[in-house]
């Protein structure tokens, strides 16, 4: 049975993104989602999708999946799937870690209805002024533990905590 995950980067508001776009350029954060996402499969929202600039799609070396209602769109080298749900039961059977990759309404549909086995939640020592967030989730069936640590340096312009969750 595969792994269900969903890893996630958000401001001290919870905020994710802006104009269907990340706020911050945090390289270590960005190693962290690639480490940890490398041979594995990838599901993203539509808009996620189209905020890939063209050049770095499919993320290379990982399954990649776009949720979409349109019956027409094309995502060349991903599969395309028309309900969260069909999207997981397509790899139940795989050996490798399924990761929600977002945005705001892929996470809030995996957290409401999907029963995820871990959580990586990058939590960002500022506010942005996002327009979209991760819906709140209840936090009591899980158990929490930092795993890696950022301090502003010459790269990163702010500090962030890297938390898995699990049960
Ligand atoms: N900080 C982070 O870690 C992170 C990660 C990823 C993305 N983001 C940010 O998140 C933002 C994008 O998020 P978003 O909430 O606007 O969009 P999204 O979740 O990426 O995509 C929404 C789209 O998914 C499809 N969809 C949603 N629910 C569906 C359902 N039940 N069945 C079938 N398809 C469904 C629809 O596509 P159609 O309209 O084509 O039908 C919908 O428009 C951007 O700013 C991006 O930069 C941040």
């Not at 996630?8 to 990340?22: Q, S, Y």
């Not at 600039?53 to 991903?78: M, S």
């Not at 819906?135 to 009591?140: Q, R």
């Not at 899980?142 to 969750?165: L, M, V």
Request: proline letters at 5%.
């Amino acid at each position: 049975m595969t792994k269900l995950a969903l890893i996630v980067a958000m401001d001290e508001a919870r905020g994710i993104g802006k104009n269907n776009d990340l706020m911050w350029n945090l390289p270590n954060d960005m190693k962290f989602f690639k480490e940890m996402t490398n041979g594995q499969i990838v599901v993203m929202g539509r808009k996620n999708y189209d905020s890939i600039p063209e050049r770095f799609r499919p993320l290379p070396n990982r399954e990649n999946c776009v949720i979409t209602r349109n019956p027409t769109i094309e995502a060349p080298g991903c599969k395309v799937f028309h309900d969260l749900h069909e999207c997981i039961d397509a790899y139940s059977n795989d050996e490798r870690t399924l990761f929600i990759i977002g945005g705001g309404e892929i996470y809030r549909l995996a957290l409401e209805t999907l029963a995820l086995d871990e959580l990586y939640i990058t939590a960002i020592d500022h506010t942005f002024g996002a327009d979209t967030f991760l819906h709140e989730f209840d936090e009591t069936p899980w158990k929490k533990t930092s795993i890696q640590t950022q301090i502003p340096d010459e790269r990163h312009a702010f500090g962030f905590t890297i938390y898995k969750y699990f049960k």
